[in-house]
């Protein structure tokens, strides 16, 4: 039985106009490139004109003329009822240029009382989104479908099936030309840095760090502190100048995270992630990519992922179905260049963390079916009313001068608190209110910057946002 495609709901990523181009040849432009390059591929279904207007930011009748105009040169096809689906077939070219370029390289804390508010970074998702029905539908099928062929399965990248749908995905939604085969299915994003670390690092490899970043990551490395190159992140992103006289050249690995830098909220600049690309090759570096929030854009389309315009294989791409769906869901995933497949997918059999098949086969299941999409779509409108009603809350509520970042995107933003504000005490007093915050000084390794709150807003109930808004805006006014 043919396997169905991804639902049309799932977004494209968005690449820059450039200077003189016309609204429709951009368009046009855009989607053709990524059918050239295999990332999109025969039988894959666009977004509806009217979705890819609303998040590109055009008109539906700009989008219409290059949908036709893609139409009259065979890119795609459009059938009534069945939306706009690619019927060139240009994938086989695309693999063969990157065989080519390729070759010879084997290819293989304690829970606060229910009276408390967390906005804490680490409670990203509401799993009360998530519809149990539909999950117990697809785990039936995947039960009513195991046979004990499937359970002695024991490929180290996980469930083809998965690796296979996973590929679909991010070749629509991140723009990464990819096949199942360089997919390795993790638990996720903290198992892919383990496997990473454990194949690539040396006894003196340098670990480049943003600062601020995530959390406990220079701990999760177990590396000695000497060894952890702390690199600034500004407007831009990842500050490759600092990383480099910081790490006085040595060959390391970079951690980044460039849809929506954690927890400054920056998008990483076209310009920096090119210069970030060469800096890597030219080092030998190697970048982790987290792309830990990339599906939960409010504005407009995301950019492509940092490994789609990885021409140098130095990008190891990481995402996790626990931060989109549920947290307990355990099952990620990682894009590795050809070099280190085989030696990242051993370590994961050696390992022996490994990932349930049923819940594979069901998560399979679940993309094809274009339930993941649907789910997306509904919870990111959630999540923005949620960001929307908390930041009118404070803008009506606060009095002091602050300004606000990051909040285009992602499950947090930045508050930024005056000057001299006591963040620490502010925090403190917060907690002492049931409100528990986080302060950006937590997220700092050695960088000294401006003090701030870091709000995570998904899991909040809507009905609390009010209250939240004015604790915060009350502490904020007595530490003034």
């Excluded at 039936?140 to 679909?168: F, K, Q, W």
Aim: net charge positive; proline share 5%.
């Amino acid at each position: 039985m043919r396997r169905r495609h991804l639902s049309q709901s799932l977004e494209l990523p968005l690449a820059d106009r450039r200077e003189k181009e016309t609204r429709q040849a951009w368009v046009y432009r855009c989607v053709r490139e990524r059918i050239v390059a295999g990332e999109l591929r025969r039988g894959d279904r666009l977004p509806s004109t009217r979705t890819l207007a609303e998040r590109w930011g055009v008109s539906r009748g700009i989008v219409t003329l290059a949908f036709e105009q893609l139409t009259l040169e065979g890119y795609v096809a459009s059938r009534v009822g069945a939306g706009t689906e690619v019927v060139a077939d240009l994938a086989a070219a695309a693999t063969s240029s990157r065989a080519m370029q390729d070759a010879g390289t084997p290819v293989v804390p304690l829970p606060e009382n229910a009276a408390s508010i967390a906005l804490k970074t680490g409670r990203s998702v509401d799993a009360a989104l998530f519809s149990l029905s539909t999950w117990r539908k697809h785990m039936n099928r995947a039960l009513r479908a195991v046979t004990p062929e499937l359970l002695a399965d024991t490929d180290p990248r996980g469930y083809l099936p998965l690796r296979e749908s996973i590929a679909r995905y991010v070749r629509m939604t991140r723009g990464i030309a990819c096949d199942a085969a360089e997919i390795v299915v993790t638990t996720g994003i903290r198992h892919a840095i383990d496997l990473v670390t454990d194949v690539l690092a040396g006894d003196n490899t340098a670990f480049y760090l943003e600062d601020p970043g995530y959390k406990n990551l220079a701990s999760l490395l177990k590396v000695p502190p000497q060894r952890c190159v702390s690199v600034p992140v500004d407007d831009e992103g990842f500050v490759v100048t600092a990383a480099d006289r910081a790490g006085a050249a040595r060959p390391g690995i970079a951690y980044v995270t460039p849809a929506h830098q954690a927890p400054l909220g920056t998008t990483m600049s076209i310009n920096r992630r090119v210069q970030l690309l060469e800096w890597a090759s030219a080092r030998d570096v190697w970048i982790v990519e987290d792309d830990y929030d990339s599906e939960f854009s409010y504005g407009s389309a995301p950019l492509p992922a940092l490994k789609a315009i990885d021409t140098h294989a130095r990008v190891i791409h990481c995402s996790s179905f626990n931060k989109s769906l549920f947290p307990s869901l355990r099952i990620g995933y990682l894009l590795a260049p050809p070099a280190l497949l085989t030696r990242i997918a051993g370590l994961r059999s050696a390992s022996g963390r490994a990932n349930s098949l049923v819940e594979q086969m069901a998560l399979a299941s679940y993309i094809d079916a274009g339930d993941f999409a649907r789910h997306l779509r509904a919870s990111r409108s959630v999540y923005l009313r949620r960001r929307n009603l908390l930041l009118d809350a404070l803008r009506a509520r606060i009095t002091t001068p602050c300004r606000i970042t990051g909040e285009h995107a992602g499950f947090h933003f930045l508050l930024w608190l005056p000057p001299r504000a006591d963040e620490a005490a502010l925090v403190a007093t917060l907690h002492g209110q049931g409100v528990f915050v986080e302060g950006l000084a937590e997220f700092t390794r050695s960088q000294v910057i401006g003090p701030g709150l870091v709000l995570g807003y998904a899991a909040l109930d809507d009905a609390r946002l009010p209250e939240i808004a004015s604790r915060i805006a009350d502490a904020i006014a007595a530490a003034a």
